[in-house]
């Protein structure tokens, strides 16, 4: 991948991140990059998915404008195929902080300038710095090599629908295929609400005690997880998958796939 790729929350259609749309019987959903008009929506789904963290409306949304200024993180928006902006109904969103490599920095898109992280971060995107120092700790290779990171997958409560969750997931392993990078997602807060809806859809609706049966063998049976993952689910590389609440520091560790 070139070094000078610098993907930007404010490009219209950024090359790395193509629109996808997806048509299902219910409704017809685009996923797209987000824009100004978009962050009033985009803290509606954070306030009313985390209430018991986000409480000021106002405040987080003037996060979001600032990280959306600043060119970090880019975020993708599942909505209605309606229209855009402000008149296009917003069903959820993922936010790809990145592509990092060993030196764990962003480059502001403006000025080019190396961001260091954690200093530079809102403060409720620090967890998810945490999580991510947790992962090159089991894994110190981790570091040393390219990979996506996905640090929030939000769907709206209203809108967890069978599929949006797949919808974003699948967007998530198109986009790491396409860029060949490993992929790691911070599942947290109502991103662990999306990845069961996925992995429910995947595996023909399963219920919750199916749900945690799956997980359990998961766990005892690596061949088992492997099928599962590498053949229902269509990873090809290494995939990390950390589970969790907003509120914890650090959340256990819920699966690591890796591939030779």
């Known amino acids: 991948m070139p070094d000078d790729v610098n993907p930007t929350a404010g490009d219209i259609s950024p090359p790395w991140c193509p629109i996808t749309a997806t048509t299902q019987p219910e409704h017809v959903t685009v996923i797209r990059p987000a824009c100004e008009s978009d962050i009033e929506a985009i803290a509606e789904v954070e306030t009313t998915s985390f209430p018991q963290v986000y409480t000021d409306a106002g405040y987080l949304a003037d996060c979001r404008r600032r990280e959306l200024e600043g060119g970090y993180p880019c975020c993708r928006i599942l909505a209605g195929r309606s229209g855009f902006g402000d008149q296009t109904p917003i069903h959820g969103f993922v936010m790809f902080e990145s592509y990092l490599r060993s030196h764990r920095q962003y480059c502001d898109s403006r000025t080019g300038e190396g961001i260091a992280l954690p200093a530079n971060r809102p403060p409720d995107r620090k967890p998810a710095y945490n999580i991510l120092m947790a992962a090159t700790r089991a894994d110190p290779a981790l570091i040393d090599e390219e990979f996506l990171f996905v640090s929030e997958i939000c769907i709206h409560p209203h809108m967890r629908k069978r599929g949006n969750g797949t919808r974003l997931m699948r967007h998530v392993v198109e986009m790491a295929d396409m860029l060949a990078v490993k992929i790691i997602v911070l599942a947290e807060g109502s ?23 799956l997980r359990e063998r998961e766990e005892r049976e690596e061949s088992t997880a492997t099928a599962f993952y590498q053949d229902k689910l269509g990873f090809k590389k290494r995939a990390y998958f950390f589970w969790g609440r907003r509120d914890s520091a650090i959340p256990r560790i819920f699966h690591v796939m890796q591939y030779p």
């Open 191 to 213: 991103v662990s609400d999306a990845a069961e809806q996925w992995a429910a859809d995947e595996a023909e609706e399963v219920d919750d005690v199916e749900l945690a049966m």
